[in-house]
């Protein structure tokens, strides 16, 4: 099949949860396992192929300029997720964050509070928080599974977005990679809370695994399958935490959900759109 029928043969999507660590060693030997060509070609070519009409790109506290930089050259491809340290913000800090989401330059912040050890409703992010519901953007929080030793879960356990979100109701939260393995209170966090979403990253990757690969893709397909039937698709997003997975292994598994096809587009794109695309039309 020609390359344009191909891609249009597939749904619209937006990828909510990337990374372009592109010179990174571990990165990089991770994407070889996954068979990824992990370099800016290589990623515009498996988005143009896939139908991923946009991406986000997450950084980290420090990275933010790297990611916008990078968006830049690719116009219309990237949104740029930004971050901040909320235990080391100055009076600069804040001021360049601020002019950043006044522009659009940022679509929402990131925080690693697993890795940093503190809980989303710390009294240090506060600031950031109030410039995000000045100008109504979300922020988004690693949920879950935690990659370094050195991270502590008790801060990434999903039930501590329900204190933030309490405290600060009309705050909009995402919950980064649906705080798995904790799926199921992460769903009523979401079922919940009026502002609570969640992506849905980082739940199945291109890594060699143990010999249960397609036991557990079937297994995580009837748990998220029950979970959107508990709490609805409503504020459910796409997202691949690109170089783990493919846009192709993630989306072939969204699109195996036994759910409606409304459903099935509010998670591919309509939610993310609406979130973040600040009356942009893709």
């Known amino acids: ?50 139908n991923v009409v946009k991406a986000m790109i997450m950084s980290v506290p420090g990275q933010t300029e790297v990611s916008k930089k990078f968006a830049a050259k690719y116009p219309g491809r990237f949104w ?103 799926l199921w209170d992460a769903a009523e966090v979401i079922y919940k809370n009026e502002h609570v979403y969640a992506d849905l990253s980082g739940l199945i990757t291109g890594l060699p695994e143990s010999g249960y690969r397609d036991e557990y893709r079937n297994w995580l397909l009837r748990k998220m399958e029950s979970i959107i039937y508990y709490c609805g698709a409503d504020h459910m997003m796409f997202g691949t935490d690109y170089c783990l997975a493919s846009h192709a292994d993630v989306i072939d598994f969204v699109s195996s959900l036994k759910i409606r096809k409304n459903d099935m587009e509010k998670i591919f794109y309509k939610t993310a759109l609406k979130l973040y695309g600040r009356g942009e039309k893709v």
């Open 1 to 50: 099949m020609p390359e344009k029928k191909l891609r249009e043969s597939k749904p619209k999507v937006i990828d909510t949860h990337l990374h372009i660590n592109f010179k990174r060693e571990y990165s990089k030997e991770i994407a070889r396992k996954v068979g990824l060509n992990y370099t800016p070609a290589g990623l515009l070519k498996d988005m143009d192929r896939n």
């Open 80 to 182: 740029v997720i930004g971050a901040a340290d909320p235990k080391n913000l100055t009076d600069e800090i804040l001021e360049s964050v601020e002019a950043d989401m006044a522009s659009g330059a940022i679509r929402a912040l990131k925080f690693y509070i697993g890795y940093q050890h503190y809980y989303p409703d710390d009294e240090d992010c506060v600031p950031l928080y109030r410039l995000a519901m000045k100008y109504d953007a979300p922020m988004i929080f690693h949920t879950g599974d935690c990659v370094s030793t050195m991270a502590r879960l008790r801060f990434a356990h999903p039930l501590n977005i329900d204190d933030l979100a309490f405290r600060f109701p009309d705050l909009k939260i995402v919950m980064a990679h649906i705080g798995f393995p904790w």
